[in-house]
């Protein structure tokens, strides 16, 4: 089970790559990333309610009364991480928000794994660990300072906006974790999903009408009909990388499964960069960039077999 969610975790992290460029043109045609978003939690949702429906496993959204609140709560992160980047990506710019993301994610779940918290089994702190959570970490810098451009981003001036990306970064390994928590609570992964993602659509009805009294654009659903097909496909994504999250960090551990995530992640947007898929510019990609993502990835592979 344990090999299984290695290549699980980074093809889930791949898929936050396309999510990505899949839920830029949903926010293209419906001339709202907020609307987009909503739309796209709410399919996510829908999809693992029907597997939970086709796999006989709708009756354990009865014990939902029974799980501690605070269990129930995963779901916001989504709806927190996704604003996040709508926010901090014409601020900070896309590179550099990620690789504050990636510094966040790692040090939370390096920290559920050393305390052992929200119901992940404690690791003694490794020299091991530590490397590689600190490869990680100079990976995603490098990453950051491979993009012409980035460095400059990142000032003190900033530093409301990059504290918001480190937080937006931490609560993903949380949600997995409490996710993981709930699925304890209803003995199986789907309703889990459905009802995380039913959360992050409720958020989402929060943040929505806020961001038109902020005075961000008004939706518009004509232009899903000349949408491409793979618009859509945002939400298989994220249903793919949320159930993926809660049910391998049980098993390998929040580090290891956020560093594969990271990897999968890093390694796809090179290919879309690279070939300018889903209709985004080609880029050159650097050799620091480079050298940033196998550093990553050595790091990943460090802390999960040292």
């Known amino acids: 089970m344990e090999s299984l969610f290695i290549p699980l975790s980074l093809i889930a992290g791949g898929l936050l790559t396309v999510q990505a460029g899949a839920n830029g043109q949903l926010a293209k045609a419906v001339a709202s990333p907020f609307a987009a978003t909503t739309i796209q939690v709410f399919i996510a949702g829908l999809l693992l309610l029907l597997i939970a429906a086709f796999t006989g496993t709708v009756t354990a959204f009865g014990r939902l009364p029974a799980a501690p609140w605070w269990h129930l709560a995963g779901g916001m ?12 990506f014409p601020r900070l710019g896309a590179v550099v928000s990620v690789g504050l993301f990636i510094a966040g994610q790692m040090v939370a779940s390096l920290g559920l794994d050393t305390l052992g918290q929200l119901g992940i089994a404690p690791k003694p702190v490794t020299s091991a660990a530590l490397l590689g959570t600190l490869a990680v970490l100079l990976g995603a810098v490098a990453i950051v300072f491979g993009q012409k451009a980035a460095a400059r981003d990142l000032s003190l001036s900033k530093l409301g906006w990059i504290l918001l990306a480190l937080i937006a970064g931490a609560v993903l390994p949380i949600q997995g974790a409490l996710n993981g928590l709930l699925r304890a609570d209803l003995g199986t992964p789907f309703p889990v999903g459905a009802f995380s993602f039913a959360i992050a659509t409720l958020s989402m009805l929060v943040v929505l009408p806020t961001a038109l009294l902020a005075g961000t654009p008004k ?3 004509g232009g899903l009909s000349a949408m491409p097909w793979w618009g859509w496909i945002g939400a298989i994504c994220g249903a793919t990388y949320v159930t993926t999250m809660f049910t391998a960090i049980p098993v390998i551990g929040a580090a290891t499964t956020v560093g594969l995530t990271v990897a999968g992640q890093q390694v796809t947007s090179l290919f879309v960069d690279r070939q300018g898929w889903f209709r985004l510019p080609k880029r050159e990609i650097s050799g620091l ?3 940033g993502v196998a550093l990553l990835l050595a790091g990943v592979a460090i802390i999960k077999f040292l």
């Open 289 to 291: 960039r480079f050298a």
């Open 77 to 88: 992160a989504t709806a927190l991480y996704v604003a996040s980047t709508i926010l901090l």
């Open 219 to 221: 939706p518009q659903l």
